[in-house]
């Protein structure tokens, strides 16, 4: 995993200090070769981003191996980037959901709710990627990558139609609307101004009824071209072609 700012949680930093071991120390030390003394980009997750030194560095023996202790001495004072779009996603299957998620932090996406879509298969709302415990760690990999350090917000409404209707407007009420749809759609032009709300189908795409509700919602209809692709694919491809973010916060 490719770590370009090590990323604590608010209770692992005390006074201004924290002390870690694990994935993280190795990469200040194999990868980064950072010796006490230095200083490496850090941030505090859902909170604000700025520098580390290196306080202390001891090897310690592991189960695994090698392993290190590492102290740094933290000032957080800078801006992370803000989300700029939300994502309505009829998820794929697990294991193509789990490789989806850190791609989404990465990519700056905020609330990512997971809709029960006719063609969503119903053994996904049982899978264990769905605790916290499980998707938290995969979408802080994606902040790691990225630099940022807000954690997207993952929402399951297993009612489709319900949350639609009911909840749609409400949640995101000033949203710019787009859903993707490969046929009968206009081609993606410049991206849109404001915080985008975007909609992707399941692996078997919408249904006609799922399309014309969105559209009733303010949804445009967007597609990526004539090649019908894989959910994953189309949602970075996507998030790509509409990123309208400026490159403030760095």
């Not at 990519?107 to 605790?131: N, P, R, S, Y």
């Not at 995969?138 to 489709?160: A, K």
């Not at 404001?194 to 919602?217: F, H, M, N």
């Amino acid at each position: 995993m490719q770590m370009n700012r090590i990323l604590f949680e608010k209770s692992e930093i005390t006074d201004g200090v924290a002390e870690f071991s694990g994935e993280r120390a190795a990469h200040i030390v194999e990868v980064l070769h950072s010796e006490v003394g230095d200083t490496v980009k850090t941030g505090e997750l859902d909170g604000k981003i700025g520098t580390g030194v290196v306080k202390k560095i001891e090897p310690v023996e592991s189960k695994d191996g090698k392993s290190y202790v590492i102290r740094l001495e933290l000032s957080h004072t800078g801006e992370s980037l803000k989300p700029w779009a939300d994502l309505i996603l009829a998820p794929p299957r697990p294991r193509v959901f789990k490789r989806l998620l850190p791609q989404l932090a990465a990519m700056g996406v905020g609330d990512i709710v997971l809709v029960g879509a006719k063609k969503v298969e119903k053994a996904f709302w049982g899978a264990t990627v769905l605790k916290e415990e499980n998707y938290r760690p995969l979408l802080v990999d994606g902040l790691m990558q990225s630099g940022t350090t807000i954690v997207p917000r993952l929402e399951l409404r297993r009612n489709f139609v319900r949350f639609i209707r009911e909840e749609l407007d409400s949640l995101y009420p000033d949203s710019t609307r787009i859903v993707a749809h490969p046929y009968n759609a206009e081609p993606i032009g410049e991206p849109p101004q404001g915080r985008l709300l975007i909609a992707i189908g399941p692996e078997g795409g919408w249904t006609d009824e799922e399309v014309e509700l969105l559209k009733s919602k303010g949804f445009q209809c967007r597609s990526l071209g004539g090649r019908i692709l894989r959910t994953d694919t189309a949602t970075i491809a996507l998030l790509a072609k509409l990123n309208n973010e400026t490159a403030e916060g760095k």
